[in-house]
């Protein structure tokens, strides 16, 4: 593994299923952020954490759930998926949580709900 | 509230130079990111700015001017490859990242 990786690539989904979203990243970074992307909009913060075993709820955290059990993995999980969850979704993690601390960003992940 | 604001998209000539203008409002500040994102793949960073001035990276400088709410994305030399995505991002008093929509940038031949 090098760097931050997300899986699965894409996804298509129906209403109403739970899936989760996989996050691993090999910097031994301490922060990690879930993000959504939608067109025509900026990257909205879904959850976060600063540091292993501690998360929180960022702009957007309605219909998700987060947890941060090592430093390495940060899933995300929709547990009753909805049509409006159709989005590209993007994890990143930085070293900490200071003033100057760039974020990484994985490749995505494309989920459509049907 | 917090607000970002950067233009939709520009147009710019194959070895021209371009700026890219962003304006923001954040509940305290902790300075400004500008990222790349290409069609289909994720931001990757280019700049921070957290004292006033202009920092020169290469083909690429960013200005920020604290008092303002105002910073911009100096691109110089354009090439093919600089057509995507320019994101802005003010880090607030939380230490996090308000991400504005993007400039789209189209380079022509």
């Known amino acids: 593994i090098a760097g931050i990786t997300q899986a699965p690539t894409s996804q298509i989904l129906a209403a109403g299923r739970r899936m989760t979203l996989r996050c691993t990243q090999d910097?031994?970074?301490?922060?990690m952020y879930w993000y959504r992307q939608d067109l025509g909009l900026g990257l909205r913060l879904i959850h976060y954490?600063?540091?292993?075993?501690?998360?929180g709820k960022g702009e957007v955290p309605d219909g998700y759930s987060v947890s941060r059990a090592n430093t390495d993995d940060f899933p995300l999980t929709l547990a009753s998926a909805v049509p409006s969850q159709t989005s590209v979704y993007f994890c990143?993690?930085?070293?900490?949580?200071?003033?100057?601390?760039?974020?990484?960003f994985g490749p995505g992940t494309r989920l459509t709900v049907l | 509230g917090q607000n970002i604001d950067q233009p939709t998209e520009m147009t710019a000539t194959e070895g021209a130079i371009v700026q890219i203008n962003c304006t923001y409002q954040t509940s305290g500040f902790n300075g400004l990111f500008w990222y790349q994102q290409h069609a289909g793949e994720a931001p990757t960073f280019l700049s921070y700015?957290?004292l006033d001035g202009l920092e020169e990276k290469g083909r690429f400088s960013s200005f920020l001017s604290r008092s303002k709410g105002y910073s911009y994305l100096l691109l110089k030399e354009l090439q093919m490859k600089d057509s995507a995505s320019y994101l802005c991002?003010?880090?607030?008093?939380?230490?996090?990242?308000?991400w504005g929509a993007g400039t789209k940038l189209i380079i022509k031949p």
């Open positions: 954490s600063n540091t292993a075993g501690t998360t």
């Open positions: 700015n957290v």
């Open positions: 910097m031994r970074h301490n922060a």
């Open positions: 991002a003010p880090m607030d008093s939380n230490y996090q990242l308000i």
């Open positions: 990143a993690s930085s070293p900490g949580t200071g003033s100057y601390n760039e974020q990484f």
